[in-house]
């Protein structure tokens, strides 16, 4: 039997997945009316357990009991019998159909397919009742993101759903969503409402939450009162040690000349229309330019025109006094630039090579002895050495890099690109994924090269690693620039209403 104070009870949870055990034997419960943030880096277990409860995944071992009863959840629909909803990170709305209609889709009472005008009612009397601002008819495509997030909610509600799960609700939103999503979730506590909050980030979790559940490589760490306890404590739930949060950026010494300089750069996105509109920005030696905004904005596609990897049909980018505006990848990596790329697994290493081979590519002419035969001797003296720098763990030089933890395969990539001395770093979402004590060096990594008189341009949708790292913070909206501030001298609110498009003063 289950305790029927709780609203979910999960019980001895298994999930395997080939090579990996995603969950092993998790216990977690929610209690009627609590807000639950379930806290674990990627990888942690997190959305496969939600997942299950949501009917995604079957189990391969354990319990699921439902207000003290034991339940079967075969599949979403069985979720939804049981008042289950969830929002998953990544939206399932239908682009060209209006709000009304993606709500009702798939929708059925009692088996009898809904009437359109009295659900419409429905969800008009919803929208007000929970202040969410949604006009019914609207197409979801000219919906900003937050409204979108809002559409996957009303969806749950018009369900009645007693149980909701959001898996990392705020990672799309602005600083004021957020706010907005967090009063609306307190709403619907006291309603008697339970929440499940998925999060990586600490700050919200001790916000929002009534209990925090931490998980680690698929296991338990442990539950504790959200009120009795703190951001350090949960740290070190999450990596077994202490963690420094806040990293203290002194003053640098700025150069006179550009080392990346962008005028004017107008460049497509992969549907052919623009994803970036005549933005213009400089960034000197010595300093951090952070680039902010919700994804989706512009980020990408001007990292990569910067890089070579996508064409620009106007203005000019310049390294180092250089117009290298649509040269090739491999010509623009020799003037001094060191890569983070946005998608480490897919294009940041070589999986099935070692890590000796991943740490020498870069460099891989200073190998060569007699024209074509390679020193191995030197690569391996050359490997030991960044592995003891940059404090990488692997048994050996020679196992293949696909092995190596999220961390440290991000350890890998900063060694191999930083040993080479740029004069500009792109980081583009250096700490995507990463838990707290792998963010917490990268983070350092970046400074001191800053502190070096490397350049850095900096891309992150986490806005607290954007303020606390920046010298200069340039917003990105649809393409363009809403304004370029210093992060002692702005507000959050300030940054957060560029974000959602509102332009600041002076900027044309």
């Known amino acids: ?20 055990v995603a969950n092993d034997h998790i216990d977690f419960s929610v209690k009627k009316g609590e807000i639950h943030a379930l806290l674990g880096e990627n990888g942690a277990g997190k959305t496969t357990l939600m997942n299950i409860l949501y009917g995604l995944y079957r189990p391969d071992a354990g319990e699921i009991y439902i207000n003290g009863k ?72 000219q919906l900003s993101v ?5 559409v996957e909610i009303l969806k749950m509600l018009f369900r009645d759903a007693k149980i909701l799960i959001l898996d990392e609700p705020t990672a799309v939103l602005t600083p004021q969503e957020i706010r907005n999503l967090f009063e609306f979730l307190r709403k619907m506590k006291c309603e008697g409402r339970s929440i499940i909050f998925i999060s990586h ?54 150069g006179n000349t550009d080392v990346l300089k962008v005028e004017d750069l ?29 994804s989706g904005n512009g980020q990408r596609e001007f990292v990569e025109t910067i890089i070579g990897i996508r064409k620009a049909d106007k203005g000019r980018v310049l390294i180092n006094g250089e117009d290298v505006t649509n040269r090739a990848p491999k010509d623009i990596v020799t003037l001094n630039i060191a890569y983070l790329p946005e998608d480490r697994e897919e294009s940041g290493y070589f999986h099935d090579a070692s890590i000796r081979d991943n740490l020498c590519s870069k460099v891989r002419y200073l190998f060569l002895k007699r024209l074509i035969f390679l020193d191995y001797v030197k690569m391996d003296n050359y490997a030991d050495r960044l592995i003891r720098e940059y404090e990488i763990l692997t048994p050996s030089r020679d196992n293949l890099a696909k092995n190596l933890s999220g961390g440290n395969k991000q350890r890998l990539v900063l060694a191999r690109e930083l040993a080479s001395k740029p004069r500009l770093l792109i980081a583009n979402q250096p700490t995507r994924g990463l838990d707290v004590g792998a963010t917490e060096y990268i983070r350092k990594k970046i400074l001191e090269q800053r502190n070096s008189g490397v350049a850095v341009l900096l891309v992150s949708e986490d806005l607290d690693e ?14 363009q620039v809403m304004g370029i501030v210093k992060p002692e001298e702005t507000s959050l609110e300030e940054i957060g209403l560029m974000m959602a498009g509102v332009k600041r003063l002076g900027v044309t």
């Open 70 to 141: 034991r339940v079967y959840i075969r599949n979403p629909r069985d979720a939804i019998k049981y008042g289950i909803g969830m929002v998953h990170q990544h939206f399932t709305l239908v682009s060209p159909f209006t709000v009304t209609e993606n709500v009702i889709l798939g929708y059925e009472d009692n088996g009898v397919i809904i009437n359109f005008k009295e659900a419409r009612r429905r969800i008009e009397k919803l929208i007000r009742q929970y202040n969410l601002g949604l006009d019914p008819d609207a197409k979801i495509w």
């Open 466 to 479: 954007i303020l606390m790292l920046s010298d200069r913070v340039a917003v990105f909206y649809e393409g």
């Open 201 to 254: 980030k600490l700050k919200e979790v001790m916000e929002i939450s009534d209990r925090v559940t931490v998980l680690k490589r698929g296991k338990v760490i442990g539950t504790k009162v959200t009120a009795e306890t703190n951001e350090i404590e949960l740290a070190r739930m999450m990596v077994g040690r202490d963690v420094v949060f806040t990293i203290k950026r002194n003053k640098s010494k700025v």
């Open 1 to 20: 039997m289950g305790n029927n104070e709780y609203a979910v009870e999960m019980r001895g949870i298994v999930k395997v997945f080939p090579g990996v």
């Open 266 to 294: 107008w460049v497509r996105g992969d549907r052919g229309t623009y994803a970036v509109k005549g933005i213009s920005l400089s960034i000197k030696s010595g300093e951090i330019l952070g680039i902010a905004g919700v």
């Open 146 to 150: 937050g409204e979108q997030q809002k």
